[in-house]
């Protein structure tokens, strides 16, 4: 009987110690779940926003619908809300900072961009502005009135008087016909006026002859045109004949530059197009002139093209031999989109820049260059005409993005098709367990990474789980970082001997420590 109450007591002991071991799970899942909403709406109290969601800084790329301890570090997560920094590729900027970081801003506008040529030449005669006086007849200089080469004469200006012993034979018979009555003597004076034409006598000299009736053996010689006397052949005294060059006379109104251009931009330069030149001679002035020719032939030691520029020259400023830098002016072409060429940051595999938007918010785009040319770049794609854009700053800002977790930073993101592979990352370790898209392994150190021994997942290639090795197996693995931030197992495979380590709990991760005496 005793027995029998004895069974009855533990039966009943047992029955209330089971409902109370239910009474105090379903408590402390109710607290768990309560916790967690409590978080949320915590949260939402303190900020008026409802998180977007949660996310570990420092693994940005990977998000969360509800708060807690990030699997990557021991920390919490952090929540994310519509419209903050990142959230949208773009970060926030006060005032503040703005002034400090000395951001300045420019629009981006539509135009046409200049060929940007800019070439070296020197100052010649314009060949077709020349004029050249020669003796008409034999005779002898008696007088010179220009002495010197380069002497500037203005056109009518006496150069030299000739005296022409073969004219007074001409003129004399001339005058005779003329003196002559009766008869048909018509035909004798237009045959004497015709013999001193071919002596050289031009019609203002026939004509002086015959409105003086005497005879003029001499005839001074005048320039025909404004310049400078380049050539001089007479000298006072000399004997002259027919044909022999006195002066050669260019004029200065207008003058060459044969500039240097470069084979590889030769194909911007055409004939007709505007130029502006200036001289270190000449300090302050710009010369107005278009191009005359592009000149066939390459110098081969200086794998350049001649072009001939025509320049017009007010007052004779510019002389031959001068120095003078061309700068092509053309602007031929549709209207592009330009920015100035400050505003474009080069990575080398891509081109960036920062656009300013409202609010004081930041984003970098990626934009494809065209041309360049006097400080403005065009932009092919990327932009659009009226937006704002950095001028200075942009690396300050890119560091501001960076401490922010932005996942759009210049650093990280690739365009299209040229993003470089992930690295590989070599661990060994156990096999702890084989999931459906993850398998946990307790590995050592991770160098390269930075890791010491831990036991966590990492997610299967999209074939599937390893069918090579199971739970239980030391093996040795390849990973590497995915876009989500997640680490994929690229390679495994098992081994015979991996050290033993022991398992420590840091941080919610199961840590290693090398086991007792053990080679550091």
Same mark, same amino acid.
């Given at each position: 009987?005793?027995?029998?109450?004895?069974?009855?007591?533990?039966?009943?002991?047992?029955?209330?110690?089971?409902?109370?071991?239910?009474?105090?799970?379903?408590?402390?899942?109710?607290?768990?779940?309560?916790? #967690?909403?409590?978080?949320?709406?915590?949260?939402?109290?303190? /900020?008026?926003?409802?998180?977007?969601? =949660?996310?570990?800084?420092?693994?940005?790329?990977?998000? %969360?619908?509800?708060?807690?301890?990030?699997?990557? !570090?021991?920390?919490?997560?952090?929540?994310?809300?519509?419209?903050?920094?990142?959230?949208?590729?773009?970060?926030?900027?006060?005032?503040?900072?703005?002034?400090?970081?000395?951001?300045?801003?420019?629009?981006?506008?539509?135009?046409?961009?200049?060929?940007?040529?800019?070439?070296?030449? $020197?100052?010649?005669?314009?060949?077709?502005?020349?004029?050249?006086?020669?003796? +008409?007849?034999?005779?002898?200089?008696?007088?010179?009135?220009?002495?010197?080469?380069?002497?500037?004469?203005?056109?009518?200006?006496?150069?030299?008087?000739?005296?022409?012993?073969? =004219?007074?034979?001409?003129?004399?018979?001339?005058?005779?016909? +003329?003196?002559?009555?009766?008869?048909?003597?018509?035909?004798? &004076?237009?045959?004497?006026?015709?013999?001193?034409?071919?002596?050289? !006598?031009?019609?203002?000299?026939?004509?002086?002859?015959?409105?003086?009736?005497?005879?003029?053996?001499?005839?001074?010689?005048?320039?025909?045109? *404004?310049?400078?006397?380049?050539?001089?052949?007479?000298?006072?005294?000399?004997?002259?004949?027919?044909?022999?060059?006195?002066?050669?006379?260019?004029?200065? $109104?207008?003058?060459?530059?044969?500039?240097?251009?470069?084979?590889?931009?030769? &194909?911007?330069?055409?004939?007709?197009?505007?130029?502006?030149?200036?001289?270190?001679?000449?300090?302050?002035? @710009?010369?107005?002139?278009? @191009?005359?020719?592009?000149?066939?032939?390459?110098?081969?030691?200086?794998?350049?093209?001649?072009?001939?520029?025509?320049?017009?020259?007010?007052?004779?400023?510019?002389?031959?031999?001068?120095?003078? /830098?061309?700068? %092509?002016?053309?602007?031929?072409?549709?209207?592009?989109?330009?920015?100035?060429?400050?505003?474009?940051?080069?990575?080398?595999?891509?081109?960036?820049?920062?656009?300013?938007?409202?609010?004081?918010?930041?984003?970098? @785009?990626?934009?494809?260059?065209?041309?360049?040319?006097?400080?403005?770049?065009?932009?092919?794609?990327?932009?659009?005409?009226?937006?704002?854009? @950095?001028? $200075?700053?942009?690396?300050?800002?890119?560091?501001?993005?960076?401490?922010?977790?932005?996942?759009?930073?210049?650093?990280?993101?690739?365009?299209?098709?040229?993003?470089?592979?992930?690295?590989?990352?070599?661990?060994?370790?156990?096999?702890?367990?084989?999931?459906?898209?993850?398998?946990?392994?307790?590995?050592?150190?991770?160098?390269?990474?930075? =890791?010491?021994?831990?036991?966590?997942?990492?997610?299967?290639?999209? $074939?599937?789980?390893?069918? *090579?090795?199971?739970?239980?197996?030391?093996?040795?693995? #390849?990973?590497?970082?995915?876009?989500?931030?997640? %680490?994929?197992?690229?390679?495994?495979?098992?081994?015979?001997?991996?050290?033993?380590?022991? #398992?420590?709990?840091?941080?919610?991760?199961?840590?290693?420590?090398?086991?007792?005496?053990?080679?550091?």
């Amino acid at each position: 009987m005793k027995n029998k109450n004895i069974l009855a007591a533990i039966a009943a002991i047992a029955v209330v110690g089971g409902g109370y071991g239910a009474y105090r799970f379903g408590v402390h899942q109710g607290m768990q779940s309560t916790s #967690d909403n409590g978080a949320t709406a915590q949260v939402a109290s303190d /900020t008026g926003k409802k998180p977007l969601y =949660w996310h570990d800084p420092m693994v940005p790329g990977q998000k %969360f619908d509800k708060p807690g301890k990030s699997p990557f !570090m021991d920390m919490q997560l952090v929540p994310v809300y519509a419209g903050a920094d990142g959230d949208d590729g773009s970060i926030a900027i006060s005032p503040r900072v703005q002034q400090n970081l000395g951001v300045r801003t420019a629009i981006v506008t539509a135009g046409r961009l200049p060929s940007g040529v800019v070439a070296v030449g $020197s100052v010649a005669y314009n060949d077709r502005d020349v004029a050249l006086v020669q003796a +008409r007849s034999n005779g002898f200089i008696e007088r010179l009135y220009v002495r010197a080469a380069l002497d500037p004469v203005k056109r009518g200006q006496p150069l030299a008087d000739l005296y022409v012993p073969d =004219w007074i034979a001409a003129q004399e018979e001339y005058l005779a016909a +003329r003196r002559m009555q009766g008869g048909d003597t018509a035909s004798l &004076v237009d045959g004497a006026r015709q013999r001193m034409r071919l002596a050289g !006598m031009t019609d203002a000299q026939i004509q002086l002859v015959e409105s003086s009736g005497k005879v003029h053996p001499r005839i001074t010689i005048s320039a025909p045109i *404004n310049g400078v006397v380049a050539e001089l052949g007479a000298r006072e005294g000399m004997t002259v004949v027919l044909g022999a060059p006195l002066f050669r006379i260019n004029g200065l $109104s207008t003058v060459w530059v044969n500039a240097d251009v470069p084979e590889n931009v030769a &194909v911007k330069v055409r004939p007709g197009d505007a130029v502006e030149a200036r001289s270190p001679a000449i300090p302050g002035s @710009v010369f107005k002139g278009k @191009v005359g020719a592009v000149l066939p032939e390459v110098d081969t030691a200086t794998r350049t093209l001649k072009a001939r520029i025509e320049l017009a020259n007010p007052g004779g400023q510019l002389v031959p031999g001068m120095f003078a /830098t061309i700068t %092509f002016a053309s602007s031929r072409g549709a209207e592009v989109l330009l920015v100035p060429s400050e505003a474009v940051i080069q990575t080398g595999t891509r081109s960036v820049v920062i656009l300013a938007q409202d609010g004081g918010k930041f984003q970098p @785009v990626d934009v494809e260059l065209g041309g360049e040319s006097n400080g403005q770049t065009e932009i092919l794609k990327g932009l659009n005409v009226g937006q704002k854009i @950095v001028l $200075s700053g942009q690396f300050l800002l890119d560091s501001e993005a960076s401490l922010k977790g932005t996942t759009t930073r210049m650093g990280d993101v690739q365009p299209p098709g040229s993003a470089p592979e992930a690295p590989l990352h070599h661990g060994q370790g156990k096999v702890e367990r084989i999931g459906k898209d993850e398998v946990t392994i307790s590995h050592g150190p991770i160098s390269t990474l930075q =890791w010491g021994a831990m036991t966590m997942g990492f997610k299967t290639a999209p $074939s599937g789980p390893p069918r *090579n090795v199971g739970v239980g197996d030391r093996v040795a693995f #390849d990973i590497k970082r995915r876009d989500d931030g997640a %680490f994929e197992i690229v390679a495994i495979s098992p081994v015979a001997d991996v050290p033993v380590t022991n #398992d420590k709990a840091i941080g919610g991760m199961k840590m290693r420590t090398a086991p007792t005496g053990a080679t550091k």
